[in-house]
């Protein structure tokens, strides 16, 4: 789920010095740009618990048993194939820093039942991308064309944050683990 999406793509032919034959239009004349722009939010996922929600917990204050409705070895949930969820004990709130994502303090571990949090629950970090080129054609004769372009990724290097970390129990829970790429320049010719 990812709620909005906009992307642009545009190509401008410079009208400057088009039709100049001296060094001027050679060198001024003949520009093209382009460019992706591309503003999209933040796709939906749902916060994660470590351990089996059934898995024989100890009681608080105790030394021995199992907390009611958990069991030695719990119900074999592996939490890398089916992930059990936490329960929402409070407001879930998205100052989406990057050391805070979400309100972690909203989710404690589901102990004995399976957990209250429902699927998608949170929104991850969105994205704006800035790709453009600048292209530059030069006419050699009626048989030969030359092209240079210089092509910019993220060209204004915008920092846009990547993945969340999902997993309750963790020390990466609710902190930005990552990044999209930086800006990344390309010169080029044809």
Partial sequence: NQ????????????PFYQNQNGF???????????????FASG????????????DCQTPAGATTGCVPGTYPGGINIDPSDIAPRPDVVGPVHMPKTQQQWFSTSSFANAVGHFGNASNGILLGPGIEL???SAIKNFDLGERAKLQLRGEFFNAFNH??????GQRLGTTSFGQVTSTHDPRQLQLGGK
């Fill in 159 to 164: 920092t846009n944050f990547d993945a969340v």
């Fill in 130 to 132: 800035w790709d453009l």
């Fill in 3 to 14: 709620p909005q999406t906009f992307v642009a793509n545009y190509v401008y032919n410079l």
């Fill in 43 to 54: 796709q939906s996922f749902s916060a994660l618990q470590e351990a089996d929600n059934f």
């Fill in 24 to 38: 001027i239009g050679h060198t001024l004349g003949g520009w093209e740009l382009s460019g992706i722009t591309e």
